[in-house]
């Protein structure tokens, strides 16, 4: 038996009981139980990506990646420009890789850290988003919650900032 089972009761599908699109005051392009980065491609070509939490080398380079996409989404400047930074991966006080976006000018960070392989390649990463639980300090909101983001449909006026996977948000949160 599943360590989760209470939280499932017999004979009920819970994908089901989700109400569609036309049930909820959402948009017609939003689809709850398929949740994407955006609304125009590519960005409506991902879904958002949920990085691994823990020891393994896996967590790291899990947590590498998302620190890449996150950098990259909220217009970080990469290293050798003015203020650019780098993504590291360090230990957060449990033990579990976690990463951010820093600037190696100063050699004396406050932790041991190690560098998130290459350098973040923000053309192959378009489109991509990272879970809006994933937390950095140098990118603290996910840029889809910002005015003006680019995956972010137009509808006449300014978006701002509301993009599928706010809109989403709002859905499951507040089930309207």
């Not at 017609?28 to 991902?46: F, I, L």
């Not at 691994?52 to 420009?81: D, F, I, W, Y």
Request: contains cysteine; glycine residues 10%.
């Amino acid at each position: 038996m599943e360590s989760s089972a209470w939280m499932k009761p017999a004979g009920i599908n819970l994908v089901q009981m989700m109400p569609t699109v036309h049930d909820s005051k959402a948009p017609a392009w939003v689809n709850p139980t398929n949740p994407r980065c955006g609304v125009v491609e590519p960005w409506s070509k991902h879904k958002p990506f949920e990085p691994t939490v823990g020891k393994n080398k896996a967590a790291k380079e899990s947590q590498c990646h998302a620190c890449k996409v996150r950098a990259c989404n909220a217009g970080l400047p990469p290293p050798g420009e003015v203020g650019g930074c780098r993504c590291i991966s360090y230990k957060d006080a449990g033990g579990n890789y976690a990463t951010d976006c820093k600037n190696l000018l100063n050699k004396n960070m406050p932790v041991d850290y190690e560098k998130c392989g290459a350098v973040r390649d923000c053309d192959a990463l378009k489109g991509q988003c990272v879970s809006a639980k994933f937390k950095m300090d140098s990118a603290k909101e996910a840029p889809w919650m910002k005015k003006g983001w680019k995956g972010a449909k137009s509808f006449g006026a300014r978006a701002g900032g509301l993009s599928l996977l706010s809109v989403f948000g709002l859905v499951v949160l507040f089930g309207i």
